[in-house]
Nanobody, 125 residues
């Protein structure tokens, strides 16, 4: 099973930018869809962005389209999320995740069997 470790969270003012990174170990992420999810206090975990095993396709939740970009490096075994024009409603713990099945496209949390510990993103107004 892959181990995932996120980094790059922090406190930023509205309109600012952050880049989250996720380092994978234990196995290659090459044939696996990778995703970013987030969970705000009192709310369910929600899909933010996913990326296909070769770098395409990419899917985003509507509220982050045009502001967030997901990308991956299968050689370095990393996946990242570039976040721009951040809003207070983006405040949450962000999780990196890998699907359980290789070569399987999904953005449903139930299909992701490996999760990182999460990194806090706080956007002040």
């Amino acid at each position: 099973q892959v181990q995932l470790v996120e980094s790059g969270g922090g406190l930023v003012e509205a309109g600012g930018s952050l880049r989250l990174s996720c380092a994978a170990s234990g196995r290659t992420i090459r044939n696996y869809v990778m995703g970013w999810f987030r969970q705000a206090p009192g709310l369910e975990r929600e899909f933010v962005a996913v990326i296909g095993w070769g770098g395409t396709p990419t899917y985003y939740r509507d509220s982050v389209k045009g502001r967030f970009t997901i990308f991956r490096d299968n050689i370095k075994n990393t996946v990242s999320l570039q976040m721009t024009k951040l809003k207070p409603e983006d405040t949450a713990v962000y999780y990196c995740a890998s699907v359980t099945r290789p070569l399987y496209m999904s953005h449903e949390p139930i299909d992701f069997g490996s999760w990182g510990q999460g990194t806090q993103v706080t956007v002040s107004s």
